[in-house]
């Protein structure tokens, strides 16, 4: 069973960026594909972006498309999500999962592990 920890949370203005990480222990971290996902105040947890055990596949929402980067290091056991241009629509809770499917899925139900989660709040 894989642990979960992100990192790299914060109160930042519109237009700036951050880099949150996630440090799995506990399993094997290249069996599993990674995803990020977000939940504001009020609303379901959303889908951010996926990248596959080899990261050869990196399926993003249409809303990060462009200004999001997901990457990971196996020999970190780690999972990035670079955010850039941030605006006060990306404030919220930022989980990462960790899935046993082979391809990254962008519903949170296919995904077993979850960390804490890492706020991030973008003000205007």
């Known amino acids: 069973q894989v642990q979960l920890v992100e990192s790299g949370g914060g109160l930042v203005q519109a237009g700036a960026s951050l880099r949150l990480s996630c440090a799995a222990s506990?399993?094997?971290?290249?069996?599993?594909?990674m995803g990020w996902f977000r939940q504001a105040p009020g609303k379901e947890r959303q889908f951010v972006a996926g990248i596959g055990r080899s990261g050869g596949t990196t399926p993003y929402a249409d809303s990060v498309k462009g200004r999001f980067t997901i990457s990971r290091d196996n020999a970190e056991n780690t999972v990035y999500l670079q955010m850039n241009s941030l605006n006060p629509e990306d404030t919220a809770i930022y989980y990462c999962a960790a899935s046993t499917l082979i391809l990254p899925g962008r519903n949170p139900t296919g995904y077993a592990y979850w960390g804490q989660g890492t706020q991030v709040t973008v003000s205007t």
């Open positions: 506990g399993g094997t971290f290249s069996s599993y594909s």
